[in-house]
């Protein structure tokens, strides 16, 4: 098992930064890539960027590459999404998943999830 806790979500402007943590506690949490999704209102919840545990690889989708950045800290179990020039569409609740895959992108693949952090952006 796996507990995930996320934290930072709140009101910004767009063009504003935001940082969003996500806390993991459990066993072997080397063995899980870690992710963040999100769900914007009326949509069905996609894929933002994730990492892996063993070898830091990084993936994101297209409309965050550039601005967003994932990493981790090993040594306090969290990831964190460093969110830059943010836009309206950015919007949403940000969840924070765990997976065994080295690569996950797809929401299937995960195995555990928090409850999320709203963000909202606004013009």
């Known amino acids: 098992q796996v507990q995930l806790v996320e934290s930072g979500g709140g009101w910004v402007q767009a063009g504003d930064s935001l940082r969003l943590s996500c806390a993991a506690s459990?066993?072997?949490?080397?063995?899980?890539?870690l992710g963040w999704f999100r769900q914007a209102p009326g949509k069905e919840r996609k894929f933002v960027a994730s990492?892996?545990?063993?070898?830091?690889?990084?993936y994101y989708t297209d409309s965050v590459k550039g601005r967003f950045a994932i990493s981790r800290d090993n040594s306090k179990n969290t990831v964190s999404l460093e969110m830059n020039s943010l836009k309206l569409e950015d919007t949403a609740v940000y969840y924070c998943?765990?997976?065994?895959?080295?690569?996950?992108?797809?929401?299937?693949?995960?195995?555990?999830w928090g409850q999320g952090t709203q963000v909202t952006v606004s013009s």
């Open positions: 998943g765990a997976a065994t895959a080295r690569i996950a992108t797809a929401e299937a693949t995960y195995d555990f």
């Open positions: 990492i892996s545990w063993r070898d830091s690889r990084a």
């Open positions: 459990g066993r072997d949490l080397y063995r899980y890539t």
